[in-house]
């Protein structure tokens, strides 16, 4: 039986009316016809939703069944699982997306289909002068105030909101109300769940000229109003000195490296998604033979540590489950 190695996957593309086409001009993917391509989901298994080896002996291959076939080298620590935990995806907010709210796991559990909860993280790769986020209510605001507001169109008046700078990280957990503003490229990593329920859609329709669904009740139901408004994360140090800790909460660590020569990464019997944000790197036992780029994806198995020759002033997104 073949080793796991190094990963690349094919990326999936989701088409949204707030998408444009920087994952093509910024990120270096490469994209059909059309000007709405929202979103590129990079490493996912989450139903019909699945990550395709591209590479090597395992190309073809889907992430659930090297769940299912080669769970100990993959995971490590974090194994058995039903399927991969994290879902990571890169995203171009041309326009903006619905204000909305992701429910928590035991929410999620009682839904038909019952999913996970989804507490998720963005690192901001690129904003335009006044792009905004918006994220968590302002101080004061109750579900009444929030459901006042909604009913009068609105919403935004709730929301606490900020100007991010490229290099931000903005932690959001499952009950808090957000939506990212137009101008925005984004790269996520979440639980492996594709639960939203949109509050609000800024009045717009679709191609169809048919306004999006809402799902109010099942928001305001799923909303944590305790959070408060939510800010870019502070970075923290780590115990490598080119490394710096952005979040680490019970579903997910996140950490940016800068690097410049060799870096060697894992080794600590967890998977580890790696995510090229600038500059490029030559991963050891990748089998495609050619650095990751900017916007590039591979998952580390978690058998092995892999050494990492990495271009001057290179930044790499690391993603990890907690121990």
């Known amino acids: ?33 059309g000007g709405d391509y929202a979103e590129s989901w990079e490493i996912v298994d989450h139903g019909d939703d699945q990550s395709v080896v591209t590479a090597g002996a395992f190309a073809g291959t ?12 993959l995971l490590g620590m974090h194994d058995p699982q039903a399927r991969f935990p994290l879902l990571f ?17 035991m929410r ?49 008046l709730c929301l606490h909101r900020f100007e991010p700078q490229a290099g931000d990280c903005v932690f959001i957990p ?5 939506a990212l503003g137009a101008g925005l490229v984004i790269a996520e990593v979440q639980q492996s769940s594709d639960t939203t329920f949109r509050l609000f859609d800024w009045g717009r329709v679709d191609a169809d000229g048919q306004p999006r669904p809402l799902h109010i009740d099942q928001a305001l139901g799923a909303i944590d109003y305790s959070l408060g408004p939510v800010s870019p994360r502070t970075p923290q140090p ?8 952005l979040v680490e909460c019970d579903k997910f660590v996140l ?3 800068q690097m410049n020569g060799n870096i060697e990464i894992g080794g600590d019997n967890r998977f580890h998604i790696l995510c090229v944000t ?8 990748d089998p495609c033979e050619r650095p990751l780029g900017v916007g590039e994806t591979m998952l580390l198995p978690a058998i092995h540590s892999i050494d990492i020759q990495a271009a001057r002033d290179t930044v790499i997104l690391d993603m990890y489950l907690p121990a």
């Not at 995806?89 to 796991?105: E, F, G, I, T, W």
């Not at 780590?238 to 800790?245: D, E, I, L, Q, Y």
Request: charged share 25%.
């Open 1 to 33: 039986m073949s080793e796991l190695y190094p990963l690349r996957f094919q990326p999936i593309f989701r088409r949204y009316i707030w998408g444009g086409r920087r994952l093509e001009s910024l990120l270096g993917k490469s994209l059909g016809e």
């Open 62 to 73: 889907t992430l659930n069944e090297l769940v299912t076939t080669h769970g100990q080298e």
């Open 89 to 105: 995806k890169l995203l171009d907010a041309h326009r903006a997306l619905s204000v909305q709210v992701h429910p928590d796991d």
């Open 108 to 156: 999620a559990a009682k839904l038909d289909p019952p999913d996970l909860g989804k507490t998720e993280a963005w690192v901001v790769l690129h904003a335009d002068p006044g792009s905004l986020i918006y994220a968590g209510l302002k101080r004061g605001f109750d579900r009444e105030a929030l459901t006042r507001e909604i009913s009068r169109g609105t919403c935004e």
């Open 174 to 178: 499952a009950g808090t109300v957000h």
């Open 238 to 245: 780590t115990s490598h000195s080119n490394a710096v800790r």
């Open 255 to 257: 950490d940016r490296w």
């Open 278 to 285: 600038s500059g490029s790197a030559t991963i050891d036992h």
